[in-house]
């Protein structure tokens, strides 16, 4: 709709968005933003740094996948500066025909990248190196020549001194990278024929188990405290939407997946935030969800319920500033339309989810351009778009 420039509009705002794009907006429910701007802020290391495990619901439309996208936006695009983590969008779990933990996980680490894995094994190398430094200026001046003598112990010593103990094998993974071995280290971290005994990680990730080690392994590693170098990141994000496909599934893989889930959030008892997005209500999602899993949630759900007509209106104005030509001032906030159009339009919406507004909004501005030939300066007015949509419903 290249009319819409000339209504002041850069673009259609409301277009469905496509899943892989990033999200830079949000409009509205101020609420619920704010709890999840708080969950994603309180698990960062410079903050509370307690992990949080929160559920995001409400029916087909409401806005969890935009709320899940735009958080990761946030962490991983526009303020990646104030956040230092690392966001991972998940859109389903069903990513294979048998729903298994082992293959959720090769999907994390292929959308993570063998890119990703050689920028974080330098930054861990020089974390190790920078406490190796710190090590031996602290041992006693007898070990040091010995240290110095002998870099295998040197480097045990200081990872056993200065680096959490479950890392320490994801840590030595990193190094094994950072050496010249990240060929093999990415067809280890893939599942690939490959295993690491000499540090530790002595099975192929070919089962559920492995996988949840190595996620968390990985996770670990990320924020890992080493010496006196920073982490390499503050927290580790895992939003996982379309949970309501657990109602669907076997009930051996919905378990075992389950299980698998419980035993990561057991392991990152730190820096570590997951956000399952559920199309459902609270009771269906107490139905499904065992009460292992449900009791590890930190927060109550945050609903994203349908709005009321006030909210509704607040929530287009909103929409429309983000899309408004710079220095345009359209003639009233709900320009194309008037507000009585608006009103009229909301009448008819029995469902007010963001989805349902805006498939209205739309088409009853398509139309008005395209059938009844409306022109800038003119808007929307009521009879308008009653007319319009008493032909659509
Ligand atoms: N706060 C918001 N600000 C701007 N746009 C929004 C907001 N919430 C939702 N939307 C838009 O509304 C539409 C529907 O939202 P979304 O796809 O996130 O719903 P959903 O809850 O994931 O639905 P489903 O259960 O069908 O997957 C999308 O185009 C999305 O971009
Ligand atoms: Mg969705």
New binding site residues.
């Given amino acids: 709709m290249s009319a819409l420039e000339d209504f002041g509009l850069t673009s259609d705002p409301f277009a469905i968005t496509a899943?892989d794009t990033s999200v830079h907006r949000w409009a509205g429910r101020e609420h619920e933003k704010a709890i999840l701007l708080d969950v994603v802020d309180s698990v960062r290391a410079s903050d509370i740094g307690s992990s949080e495990f929160v559920v995001v619901h409400g029916e087909?439309?409401a806005g969890?996948?935009?709320a899940?996208r735009y958080l990761t936006t946030k962490i991983n695009e526009d303020e990646a500066a104030h956040y230092r983590g690392k966001a991972i969008y998940l859109?389903t779990v069903r990513v294979s025909q048998k729903v298994q933990f082992v293959e959720v996980y090769k999907v994390i680490v292929d959308q993570l990248g063998k890119g990703f894995f050689q920028s974080l094994a330098s930054h861990i190398s020089q974390q190790v190196n920078q406490a190796k430094v710190d090590y031996l200026s602290s041992a006693p001046a007898e070990v040091k020549p010995q240290l110095m003598a002998d870099q295998t112990r040197h480097m045990n010593e200081t990872l056993e001194q200065m680096a959490p103990k479950s890392a320490i094998p994801y840590i030595k993974l990193m190094m094994a990278a950072s050496n010249g071995g990240i060929d093999r280290v990415w067809s280890f971290l893939r599942g690939e024929d490959q295993a690491f005994p000499e540090i530790g990680l002595s099975s192929r990730i070919n089962n559920d188990y492995n996988a949840v080690a190595t996620l968390a392994g990985v996770f670990k590693t990320m924020t890992a405290r080493i010496g006196s170098m920073s982490p390499a990141y503050e927290a580790v994000y895992l939003f996982v939407?379309?949970q309501e496909n657990l109602v669907e599934m076997k009930a051996v893989e919905s378990i075992q997946l389950l299980q698998s889930f419980r035993e990561l959030i057991n392991q990152l008892p730190n820096y570590f935030c997951m956000i399952w997005?559920f199309?459902a209500d609270a009771a269906l999602i107490e139905a499904v969800l065992p009460s292992p899993i449900l009791q590890r949630l930190t927060r109550k759900y945050v609903e994203l319920p349908a709005m009321e007509a006030q909210e509704a209106k607040q929530f287009i104005r909103e929409q429309l500033i983000g899309f408004r030509k710079p220095d345009f001032v359209p003639p009233n906030p709900y320009y194309p339309f008037s507000e009585e159009a608006i009103d009229a339009a909301l009448e008819r919406i029995i469902d007010m989810t963001p989805r349902n507004i805006f498939k209205v909004l739309r088409a009853v501005l398509e139309r008005a351009i395209r059938r009844y030939d409306l022109v800038a300066p003119d808007a929307i007015d009521a009879d308008l778009a009653n007319k319009i949509l008493d032909l659509q419903t």
């Fill in positions: 899943n087909y439309g969890k996948s935009h899940l859109q939407d379309e997005g199309s």
